[in-house]
Every structure is written in C-alpha cells, then in structure tokens.
C-alpha cells in the first residue's frame, strides 16, 4: 500500500502474525476489535480489497453466501500449484499438494479439454478434527 495510516498497518500486522489463517472480513474485524483495536469494520473491508488488489493478499470465494476469506502471502507464488480443500464444519481452508488431484487434472485437461485454476480450485467436505468431533457426540 503506498499510504499507510495507523489503522492500515494494525491490519497488516495483524495479516502477518496470523498467515496460516484464511479469515473472513468480519473475522478479521471481530478478532481486530476484541483484541482493543479501534479499527472499523468498513475500514478492515475496504483494506482487505486494496490489498487483495495489490496482491499482499490471496482471496478465496467461501460458497456459503459469508463471502470471501483472505490469507496474507509471503510468497505470491505459494498457491499456484497446489488445491484447497475448505471444511464445511469450521470453515478451514487446507492447502494439499497431492498427485491424484494433479492427475485428475490431467485428465479434465486431455480428455475434456478444460484446464483447472489450481489456484482457485476449492473441494468442499469435513476436516479430520471435526469428523472426529461429530462422532463423539
């Protein structure tokens, strides 16, 4: 960002220490305000699209009518060859980098004629942690 004020490297910040993490606007928001920022809801959505914009951060359409999560890259190149697996229990998004899933789209390539965004592509279903949660209930 060329100007940054207070609130927009607060956010940064706040981006960096939690990296790993693909958060929603208004996680990030709510995560902001209850660790004492003063940083406005309208404020944390407007700089996560400027700087989803200018590629500090990646952006990944949720499916579920909550929008979008956003993740802070440290290398714009960490998730172009990899595929993203989203939990629908806790809303996770887990990064897999696995052989049968790049030759499946080898296969949609040759014998479909259609080439997948790795990057974009998202395969829905329930993480380990929360299969295991829903069988002890």
């Given at each position: 960002?060329?100007?940054?004020?207070?609130?927009?490297?607060?956010?940064i910040?706040?981006?960096?220490?939690?990296?790993?993490?693909?958060?929603?606007?208004?996680?990030?928001?709510?995560?902001?305000?209850?660790?004492?920022?003063?940083?406005?809801?309208?404020?944390?959505?407007?700089?996560?699209?400027?700087?989803?914009?200018?590629?500090?951060?990646?952006?990944?359409?949720?499916?579920?009518?909550?929008?979008?999560?956003?993740?802070?890259?440290?290398?714009?190149?960490?998730?172009?060859?990899?595929?993203?697996?989203?939990?629908?229990?806790?809303?996770?998004?887990?990064?897999?980098?696995?052989?049968?899933?790049?030759?499946?789209?080898?296969?949609i390539?040759?014998e479909?004629?259609?080439?997948?965004?790795?990057?974009?592509?998202?395969?829905?279903?329930?993480?380990?942690?929360?299969?295991?949660?829903?069988?002890?209930?």
């Open positions: 960002m060329s100007y940054k004020t207070k609130q927009s490297e607060e956010l910040e706040f981006l960096k220490q939690n990296k790993n993490r693909h958060m929603t606007a208004e996680e990030v928001y709510g995560e902001l305000h209850s660790n004492g920022s003063t940083v406005g809801r309208t404020t944390v959505y407007r700089h996560l699209e400027k700087l989803y914009s200018e590629g500090a951060i990646r952006k990944f359409l949720t499916g579920d009518n909550s929008g979008a999560c956003f993740q802070y890259v440290d290398n714009p190149e960490a998730c172009h060859n990899h595929y993203h697996l989203r939990c629908n229990s806790c809303g996770r998004l887990i990064h897999t980098d696995c052989d049968f899933l790049n030759e499946l789209a080898e296969h390539k040759d479909h004629s259609f080439y997948l965004d790795t990057e974009k592509t998202v395969i829905y279903g329930v993480c380990e942690h929360c299969k295991t949660n829903e069988k002890e209930v």
